[in-house]
Each structure stands twice: as C-alpha cells, then as structure tokens.
C-alpha cells in the first residue's frame, strides 16, 4: 500500500467506524466525543494485552481526528509526483503562505514521496491548517499497531502571518518533511502547476469507467459513492513540466510578489532550483 492513509486503514480497527461517525454526524464536536469513546473502548481491550503509553494513545487520537476530516471530505488523496518532490526539496521554504489558499478539499491527505506526508485540515473561517504529520512507513506491513509505534507530529498554521514563529516547537526530525508539505501548500497556488486526476490503481475498472461516464450524472455518483464507501480514493497527481530534475546546483525558493489595487495583496511566485 502506497498510502498513509490506505495503511491506516487497514492496520486500525476503528478506522471504518471513525470514518462512518465523521460522515453522518452533522457536527464534527459530535463526531470527535463519539469518536473518542470508539477509541477508548478499543484501547482498553487492547491494554489486557499490551502496555499502552500515554505517548501512543495521544497519537492515536489525533490521527483518528484527522483520519475523519479525511472521510468526512471525500477521501482526498494529492501526491507529488516524484520529480516535483524532489525540486520542492531543494527549495527553501516559503517565510508565509500565501493570502489565499487553494487545495483540493477542506481536509486531504498530502503525499511526499519518499519522506511521508501530512493529513491536512482546512479552517478557512480562522485562515488557519492543522497539519498532521505521518513519516513514510507509517503502519509497516505484518506489524501490530500497538507495536508498530507510529508517531505524528502536530502542526498548527496560521496564514499569511511568518511561518518562523510558528514553527519553533517543531521537533528537528520533522522538519525535513513539514518544508517539503509547506512546499508543497504553497505549489498549489502555482499557475504552472499541472494536476491529473485517477482513482487508485487497485480500485474495479468497471466502477472508476462508471464514475467517469460522459453523459450520466446518476451513473457519475452513483459509482464515486460505490468507490468511496469501499474505502477506495481518488489520486491527485500534482506535477510541473519541464522540471531540470536529478541534482541541483542551487535551491529554489519563493518570492512574494504585490499586486491589486495599491498593490495590497500578495502572492507568491516560486523559482525553481537549478
């Protein structure tokens, strides 16, 4: 399995009831107590066998929380294909975001390939994003959970404000991997940016043709709501053509450029390593 998100699946044994609960619950406080009780009750059963730290139930819980924004939202999956993750590591990451955003959910999973990813949750009404993150071998095959020890690591941002601040409590270890999410954030903003869309390769043919039909909405829905509720995603693959690749003389990095009436807002421009 390819995914975070697809491993997290698989490995806990709330995931599904998570996903159901953040679904059909119309407020998501609700769905976080009730989500909250499902853990608890499974976790306890599982301390008759296993020691849990209080380290591991932590980190459970927030990636359930992010695991149901994830559902709740359509299952959202952006990767960056390799040559962008490549280039965006070698770009220093921007000192803001951008003013405005714009990412393909309010809450998706984004993927870096060969560092991990981030579970991110969209809180437009603070200008704010929860960032969990995941390393890459997250929930490793033929691996118990409990003894897997997973870790995340939480971020909170605000934008447009300086992201220095922000990030001070970052833990060193993670900060190759929130550059490369940060990086990839603010890629989304790129009018060069060129984006692909595809169910999972092990989703049935005939329901991903279904849910691309041409002329029947019905039929469109109908399959997307087959793909999702079997726990299948749709992929967003995030590229830029022409990208040098292989190594780089020089980093790249973000430039922010003024523009509208007296030049009042602001948006960035990447410049890509050389």
Request: contains cysteine; hydrophobic residues 45%.
């Amino acid at each position: 399995m390819e995914y975070a998100v697809q491993r997290y699946a698989a490995t806990r044994p709330w995931a599904k009831r998570v996903g159901q609960l953040y679904v059909q619950t119309v407020q998501a406080a609700e769905a976080r107590a009730q989500m909250k009780d499902v853990i608890k009750r499974e976790l306890e059963r599982a301390a008759q066998v296993f020691e849990i730290p209080q380290a591991a139930i932590v980190c459970e819980l927030a990636l359930a929380e992010a695991w149901g924004h994830f559902v709740r939202h359509g299952r959202v999956i952006s990767h960056l294909e390799a040559a962008l993750a490549s280039a965006l590591a070698h770009t220093r990451q921007p000192s803001n975001l951008p003013d405005t955003l714009n990412l393909p959910a309010a809450a998706f999973f984004l993927h870096v390939p060969g560092e991990g990813g981030a579970f991110v949750a969209h809180q437009p009404e603070r200008k704010a994003l929860l960032l969990t993150l995941v390393r890459m071998g997250f929930a490793p095959d033929g691996v118990n959970w409990l003894q897997a020890a997973d870790q995340v690591e939480l971020v909170r941002v605000e934008y447009p404000g300086e992201l220095a601040a922000q990030l001070g409590g970052v833990a060193e270890e993670w900060l190759s991997l929130l550059s490369s999410v940060l990086n990839g954030l603010a890629m989304m903003t790129q009018p060069r940016l060129e984006l692909a869309k595809a169910w999972e390769s092990a989703a049935p043919a005939d329901w991903v043709a279904d849910a691309a039909h041409p002329s029947c909405a019905k039929t469109r829905q109908k399959a997307r709501s087959q793909l999702l509720k079997s726990g299948f995603g749709e992929v967003t693959f995030c590229r830029v053509a022409d990208l040098a690749g292989g190594e780089y003389a020089s980093q790249g990095y973000w430039r922010r450029q003024a523009f509208g009436e007296e030049k009042a807002n602001s948006r960035l421009v990447w410049v890509a390593p050389r």
